[in-house]
């Protein structure tokens, strides 16, 4: 088993920064691990990924160059540095994990990003 807590949410102007946690404990050999996140009204999506062995990193498109998905495997936390932010980025992120990067999930922060 493996929990999952995320931190760092909160509300933001268009152009400023935050950083989310998520906290890992049980049984951290995950594989992968993944921040996702969902805007009110629309189907969840994947918005970065890291594969914990190997650092290997995957982004979605439209959070390239802007989103930095990262670990500390001392501190058993997943981060993500999320700059320059928009409006279109207001959603609950959630934190995931396992083989595929979504076994196990987060309670979600929020993040909201107004113009």
């Known amino acids: 088993q493996v929990q999952l807590v995320e931190s760092g949410g909160g509300s933001v102007q268009a152009g400023e920064s935050l950083r989310l946690s998520c906290a890992v404990s049980g049984d951290t050999n995950v594989g992968c691990m993944a921040w996702f996140r969902q805007a009110r009204g629309k189907g969840r999506e994947a918005v970065a990924r890291?594969?914990?062995?190997?650092?290997?990193?995957y982004y979605h498109d439209s959070v390239k160059g802007r989103f930095t998905i990262s670990q500390d495997s001392a501190k058993n936390t997943l981060y993500l540095q999320v700059n320059s932010l928009k409006p279109e980025d207001t959603a609950v992120y959630y934190c995931?994990?396992?083989?595929?990067?979504?076994?196990?999930w987060g309670q979600g922060t929020q993040v909201t990003v107004s113009s």
């Open positions: 995931a994990a396992g083989s595929n990067c979504d076994k196990y």
């Open positions: 890291i594969y914990t062995s190997t650092g290997s990193t």
